[in-house]
């Protein structure tokens, strides 16, 4: 899925509303298509439209195929060359083809389905939905594309009747510690497609000041953390230097699911964080997620350099490239 969108909420709404709806999902792509797998666009009976399947290429075409599988209660699968005009205009070199689902929401994909994916994305909850097109069997699934969803890859299965949508929740940065490597992290990692968050209970470093526009919580990091939960989409990065901040938060993290827990401080610094840890309670296994020294070792020198190598082997363990 596109790292937020309300898609399959206004498909419900349209549905329980009485207008109709129908959710169109790009299943394949070969070339340079304009939309990756597992995009998607809703439409409703009365030809209202949300999202996108080609970036507008093919939309009118999709747009009338889904008001007719609206009417006859079936699916479609349809299949659409995008040419090089078309990709051109909107901001690819080359076309490319593309394969769509069509499903009518009610008589083709469960309204029961769709309203338990809506409460699943609401409450941060990462699954699957799993269609196979010859039996026209419907399922979401939490646990069985554990790949797919580190991945965050929609697409079909070897036997090339079943397709994967991955609906994850939007990545989320939880940031302790507004320092100079914060500023040159937030808007590096806001455009990776994250959604940052800073903690720092100290009015003089989380002001709106050094971080216009971004989401700043003045608690302290246990009670922030607390309040904001943690799952297995958010990453954690404590920057504070000081045990009295970072501390709580990354015992928080470890008793949490959060993919990625980073801590800045040298080798001698993250040995008697790791004491701390150990007389804590907390075992090698969790101590052991702990990334710190924080970030790739790529020779990083200075509050940019650095903020590259942490988003850098963020990326490597979201991905599963390290551990």
Known sequence: MDRFDNIPETALNWHQSGVGAVLATVVETWGSAPRRVGAQLAISGQGQIEGSVSGGCVEGAVIVEAIEALEDGS??????????????????????????????????????????????????????????????????LHHEYADRMRMDRSGFEADGETFVAVHNPPLRLIVVGAVHIAQALVPMARIAGYDPVLIDPRDAFGSAERFPGETIVQDWPDEAVAALGLDTRTALVLLTHDPKLDDPA????????????????????????????EQAGFTAEQIGRVHGPIGLDIGAAGPSEIAVAVLAQMTAVLRGRAT
Do not use: W
């Open 250 to 277: 990354l015992m928080a993290g470890l008793n949490g699911d959060v993919f990625y827990i980073g801590a800045l401080g040298s080798k001698r610094t993250h040995a008697k964080r790791v004491e701390r840890l």
């Open 75 to 140: 699916q479609r699968l349809l299949e659409f060359g995008v040419s090089d005009d078309d990709a051109f205009a909107v901001g690819l070199a080359c076309g490319g083809t593309i394969r769509v689902l069509v499903e009518p929401v009610g008589a083709v994909m469960p309204e029961d389905i769709l309203v338990e994916l809506v409460a699943a994305r609401a409450s941060r909850t990462p699954l699957a939905y799993e269609v196979n097109l010859e039996l026209g069997v419907r399922r979401l």
